[in-house]
């Protein structure tokens, strides 16, 4: 009973989900360009990079990077902390 | 898995293999800012290439040549390296890059605009910030990995 | 119905496919094997947000002149997300080597039913 009930809801959230996918814009065609057309445009000049991805990440949006770094650091720590809790547990 | 490792073929073929991994990594960190790539990929890739090591030979493999507290404070210069490189040009704004086009030495020419062969010594901050950002993810995922190989074989064998 | 909306149902079935392991799989290896996929369908959509038609990839070194790139902002917000995603992997998994060792056993069922 209960198998059935999430399978229904399994399937409405997927026929949801395609019907989603279907309805948005044409596949090529993006909204609003005109502050990536500044990028791209500018990147040699101000950044002097040939590679307007890195220019764009740790230059345009280098608060994002701070962000992620933070995370990556926290996630670390975290696995550490939790493997020497069980290495003390067990002694 | 036991603590030897795998078979010979796999021993042999990493032994051939893994210093070319580590290399490409390397190649891939340092020319971010002309190729794609850049800090991340190119850290995953050191770090893909430290894994293939530590599943191959084993847990024993490593017993007494890695030194954890060394990966533990690499990764912390590694950040503290990359916020020292955001603040270094505070005088104008938040992560202004300080040395790009400005002529010196260190990472500073110009660039020419459009297509081009790429020169090594343009870019001005990024190519510093892509090394932090790189040896914190390669240390990061490297500890990781040995954690978590290392403490959940100990609890197996108890 | 557009036809040429396929990529984005690629995206879409990938979701799909993770919310299916993540809620009828018993194991908690293939539940994190589930998260793992959303996250991926996630990413893929993302990039594919930003693709102009005829577009080549945004780089400058030996681009051949006078043709339009694609977008280089979601490309750059999708190398957080895949960090963040890399993130959230370490901690379940090691959540599930501590929820081994103290309960023997990895069925979610059995979790629930034990207690201490």
């Known amino acids: 009973m209960r198998k059935a009930a999430l399978l229904v809801a399994f399937l409405f959230v997927s026929a949801f989900l395609l019907l989603a996918a279907t309805s948005t814009r044409p596949f090529g065609v993006p909204n609003d360009a005109a502050m990536d057309d500044y990028f791209i445009a500018n990147a040699q000049g101000e950044v002097a990079a040939n590679n307007v991805v890195t220019a764009v990440v740790f230059d345009y949006r280098g608060f994002d990077t701070l962000g992620e770094a933070t995370v990556l650091f926290a996630a670390v720590v975290g696995v550490l902390t939790l493997f020497r809790k069980l290495r003390e547990d067990e002694r | 898995m036991n603590e030897q490792g795998m078979s010979v073929i796999v021993r042999t073929v990493t032994r051939l293999v ?62 503290l390296a990359f916020l020292g490189l955001a603040f270094a040009g505070i005088g104008t704004v938040f992560f202004y890059n300080l040395l790009a086009s400005s002529g010196s030495p260190l990472f500073g020419e110009p660039v020419a605009f459009g297509p081009n062969a790429g020169a090594l010594n343009t870019g001005g901050l990024v190519p510093l910030m892509n090394w932090a950002v790189g040896l914190k993810v390669l240390t990061g995922i490297a500890s990781i990995v040995i954690v978590m190989l290392v403490g959940a074989r100990k609890e197996e064998t108890e | 119905m557009n036809v040429g909306n396929f990529p984005f149902v690629i995206a879409a079935l990938l979701v799909a496919f993770g919310l299916y392991a993540l809620l009828f799989k018993r194991n908690l290896i293939k539940m994190v094997i589930g998260v793992s996929l959303v996250e991926t369908g996630v990413n893929l959509f993302l990039v594919m947000l930003g693709y102009r038609s005829g577009g080549a990839a945004p780089i400058y070194t030996f681009a ?11 490309q750059a917000l999708t190398l957080t997300s895949i960090v963040i995603g890399l993130a959230t992997t370490a901690l379940l998994l090691s959540f599930a080597v501590f929820v081994h060792r103290h309960y023997g056993t990895l069925d979610v069922r059995k979790i629930k039913e034990l207690r201490g």
């Open chain 3, 64 to 74: 051949t002149a006078g043709e339009r790139m694609v977008l280089p902002t979601p």
């Open chain 2, 18 to 79: 893994y210093g070319l991994a580590i290399v490409f990594g390397f190649y891939v960190i340092m020319h971010g800012h002309l190729t794609p790539g850049g800090g991340f990929q190119g850290g995953a890739i050191v770090a893909s290439a430290f894994a293939l090591l530590l599943v191959s030979f084993g847990a024993a493999g490593l017993k007494g040549r890695l030194n954890k507290h060394l990966l533990q404070s690499l990764e912390e210069v590694g950040a």
